[in-house]
């Protein structure tokens, strides 16, 4: 039989041949991954307590020069186990400690030139890469296709956000990473625009819950997509559409052999659990440069949200500062058009008043002016590295603490890049970086020192756009912690206490959601530095209650754990900061719903909740538990809040 397959090897025949070549398994056994060679193309499966989670899935890529996906040889494998712990205050847990069983299968072309697919396996978690090896003296590729695939049993169900046509929406700005979510979708389903469906994508098997992304994306490669899927449940990694940019730049990465592309990940669980609470995306990176100095994160308020352009002015500004300032906040965020409005000149003095209230400053900036139309200021500042350093240099010698770069849109390589190199520039000028109308964050809070978030969501701006949002608010909140939010920091800028849209809160749009939802989000929604919709108003017209909460909250956990939910019904999170435990919760059902935990790390403690009681009214009260159980009742379009 061997001289047989050799002989229609030699003749560049392949009968369908299925050899299992390797098998790793996570360190507490239940998370196992399997390696074949199918009539030379490479493919994998994954099982969780021996069920299949992911079917037969295809490996490989394709460059410019060598085809890695068919008529490969294996060439070997070998395992070794990874151990790291780290510690990081931008993340969900600030102390991690990871441990995996690592598998390097080896394959060859009939050239003899080797790529190796790199498989960690975590318990819950995988995450796998290509390296090529160098051969003779051509050094030079183009990743022009990349064959991993996700093939998933037919009778599961997606969780999915479809990728954006490009150069459409506001001033032809997408893709942006800011279209709505399908839930509970056939696996099969085509997406909305026939362009595939952004990172993270969240499935379920009839009893496994799956989130598929990737992580360690930098300025060497694309960011990617999930294809739509094929008639079988099959999806496909995507690369880049070629109208993305105004149609300039490659859809593929210009690479230099040897080369590792970034991580492939899977977390698998038989409950959300593993899901809210992966740290996947971060455990397998490291940091691309020292941090300049020790950035201090916290929260903020804009004036942009609620008062809009019109305060693009010195003195909304101060009032917004003095605002801050009786919050107790670290930051202030100045939006689009102060350059015009304020100026440069006394925006120096803005940022002198800011300090003397220990207040410190985030500007705005748009991202270029060649990829999109966004036509708002300052402009022309970001995509250049001369005028990015010499705009750099004025914010460090006038002491503002970071910056919120918008209309990013693309994830081609060229646009990578260029985050990579404002993140970079940012950095050696002492800034934190905020992007907005922007990709999702792969790896950044660990890649890049200095990065603190992304939008790369439907934010709280479009609940001043259209009362449909504010209409389908909890039910896009319900959403967040179980997708998005799962992989990376995510800029919403919400919590409102404001109940109309606008500045004088009495007309716009309708608030629908309950102040307990509203102050719940602050802690269900994860990002280092959070700029809430708070506005100046709120010190006479919210309840008393809400303000000292957000007086208090924090913005950077010690500890997640996720207590119960469902994507798009209901989400209760437990986050600890130091001592201190918060416990989330908020309802998108149109029925109150009566929710049952434990959490024992909270044993013999006294608690107080903020809670609503009817016609979207909360109030704030003490409450006992016994043997860390607690009992709660949320309302339609409500939430709570338990505190120690």
């Given at each position: 039989?061997?001289?047989i ?9 392949f ?10 398994k ?17 493919t994998y ?12 899935s ?12 068919k008529a ?11 151990e ?10 600030s102390?991690?400690n ?9 394959f ?10 790199i ?27 990349e064959f ?9 169900k ?19 990473y800011?279209?709505?979510y ?9 997406s909305a ?34 294809s ?35 991580w492939?990940?899977?977390?698998v ?36 949200i ?10 909304d500004?101060?009032?917004?500062i003095?605002f ?10 100045i ?9 440069y ?8 008043y ?17 990829a999109?139309d966004?036509?708002?200021t ?15 240099k004025w ?23 260029l ?30 020192p ?13 609940l001043?756009f ?16 179980f997708?998005r939010?799962t ?16 500045r ?5 749009n ?26 100046p ?8 209650f ?17 207590i ?25 059902s ?12 909270l ?7 903020i ?10 009260k003490e ?15 409500g ?6």
């Amino acid at each position: 039989m061997k001289n047989i397959l050799l002989l229609f090897w030699l003749m560049g025949i392949f009968p369908f041949v299925v050899a299992q070549e390797s098998t790793v398994k996570s360190p507490d056994e239940a998370l196992k991954l399997e390696v074949y060679l199918e009539s030379g193309q490479p493919t994998y499966s994954v099982f969780y307590n021996n069920e299949v989670v992911l079917e037969r899935s295809r490996l490989g890529l394709k460059t410019n020069i060598s085809d890695y996906s068919k008529a490969l040889n294996f060439a070997g494998s070998k395992t070794n186990s990874v151990e790291k712990n780290y510690e990081s205050p931008k993340l969900k847990d600030s102390e991690i400690n990871y441990s995996a069983q690592e598998l390097t299968a080896t394959f060859t072309t009939q050239k003899g030139r080797k790529m190796d697919v790199i498989f960690r396996v975590s318990n819950n978690d995988i995450a796998f890469r290509y390296h090529l090896h160098k051969y003779s003296d051509t050094i030079a590729h183009v990743v022009t296709k990349e064959f991993t695939g996700f093939n998933f049993p037919e009778t599961a169900k997606s969780f999915l956000t479809p990728q954006s046509k490009s150069m459409v929406g506001f001033q032809r700005t997408k893709p942006s990473y800011e279209e709505g979510y399908y839930l509970d979708q056939d696996i099969t389903a085509a997406s909305a625009h026939n362009m595939g469906y952004t990172f993270p994508g969240l499935f379920k098997t009839e009893d496994r819950w799956i989130l598929i992304s990737e992580t360690g994306v930098d300025g060497t490669y694309v960011g990617a997509h999930l294809s739509d899927p094929n008639a079988e449940g099959e999806y496909t990694i995507a690369f880049p559409d070629s109208t993305e940019n105004n149609d300039f730049g490659s859809t593929g990465a210009a690479i230099s052999l040897p080369f590792s592309t970034p991580w492939r990940t899977i977390t698998v669980g038989e409950n959300l659990k593993p899901i809210v609470e992966t740290t996947i995306p971060f455990d397998v990176q490291e940091p691309l440069y020292e941090a300049t100095q020790d950035y201090e994160f916290g929260r903020g308020v804009w004036s942009w949200i609620m008062w809009q352009d019109a305060s693009m002015n010195y003195d909304d500004q101060i009032t917004y500062i003095d605002f801050a300032a009786e919050m107790g906040y670290e930051y202030i965020l100045i939006d689009a058009l102060w350059d015009q409005k304020i100026g440069y000149d006394r925006m120096e003095e803005l940022i002198e008043y800011a300090k003397s209230k220990n207040v410190d400053v985030f500007l705005w900036y748009n991202s270029n002016g060649v990829a999109n139309d966004a036509p708002m200021t300052p402009r022309h500042k970001m995509h250049r590295a001369i005028t990015r350093k010499q705009e750099m240099k004025w914010l460090q010698k006038n002491g503002v603490k970071g910056l919120k770069v918008d209309f990013m849109g693309g994830d081609k390589q060229e646009t990578i890049l260029l985050y990579e190199d404002i993140m970079s520039d940012a950095n050696d000028h002492g800034l934190m970086m905020i992007f907005h109308g922007a990709t999702l964050p792969r790896g950044w809070e660990i890649m890049y020192p200095n990065f603190i978030s992304t939008e790369a969501v439907l934010a709280s701006e479009n609940l001043m756009f259209s009362q449909y949002a504010n209409d389908q608010e909890a039910r896009s909140a319900a959403i967040h912690p179980f997708i998005r939010n799962t992989v990376g920091s995510m800029d919403f800028g919400g919590t409102v206490l404001n109940e109309r849209y606008n500045r004088n809160n009495d007309g716009g749009n309708v608030r629908k959601t309950s102040d307990a939802f509203q102050l719940a989000t602050a802690v269900l929604f994860q990002t280092p530095v959070q700029f809430f919709a708070l506005t100046p108003n709120n010190l006479e017209d919210a309840p008393e209650f809400a303000v000292d909460f957000m007086k208090n909250v924090p913005t950077t956990w010690d500890e997640t754990i996720f207590i119960d939910g469902y994507p798009g019904e209901y989400s209760i999170i437990a986050r600890r900061h130091k001592e201190q435990w918060y416990i989330a919760g908020i309802n998108a059902s149109k029925k109150a719903k009566k929710v049952s935990f434990s959490l024992p790390e909270l044993e013999g403690n006294k608690f107080s909740i903020i809670n609503d009681f009817g016609k979207g009214q909360s109030e704030k009260k003490e409450i006992k538990q016994k043997k860390g159980k607690f009992e709660v009742t949320i309302q339609p379009q409500g939430g709570f809040i338990i505190t120690n």
